[in-house]
């Protein structure tokens, strides 16, 4: 899992959001709203607990996520209500939305980090030189 491409995946639901209510159309509010659907969910759940679970930046990391993910539900909820002008605002800067998304990036570089000097990245290493 690219951490970084994880950052960029989370920020990009800002615009599909955008253009769902610019469309008008239907968004998958169960999907949205779960943490483990995405493919940084799927890792953190998966491959990242196994490698990183006892890091307390993951933990938070995975906290921050679901956080995420249940406030992204509230606009695409909003969404399919056709609640367009309230959802839009949702998006707004200094919003539930806007500041989970800031703090999932900062989790998620905070994980990025404590990984790269963590014993299970470095015994994986080692084991893919053997």
Request: glycine fraction near 6%; hydrophobic fraction near 40%; charge should be positive.
């Amino acid at each position: 899992m690219h951490l970084g491409n994880a950052i960029t995946a989370h920020n990009e639901w800002k615009e599909r959001f955008r253009t769902a209510i610019a469309k008008q159309d239907m968004v998958d509010m169960a999907t949205v709203s779960a943490d483990n659907c995405c493919a940084l969910g799927k890792w953190l759940y998966g491959e990242g607990k196994r490698l990183f679970g006892k890091l307390p930046s993951h933990t938070h990391c995975v906290a921050t996520h679901k956080i995420f993910h249940r406030e992204a539900g509230k606009i695409a909820e909003a969404i399919n209500n056709h609640n367009f002008v309230e959802a839009e605002s949702m998006l707004g800067t200094n919003t539930p939305f806007s500041d989970t998304s800031n703090a999932l990036a900062a989790a998620i570089l905070r994980l990025k980090k404590d990984a790269t000097n963590s014993p299970g990245i470095i015994s994986l290493i080692a084991k893919l030189s053997e």
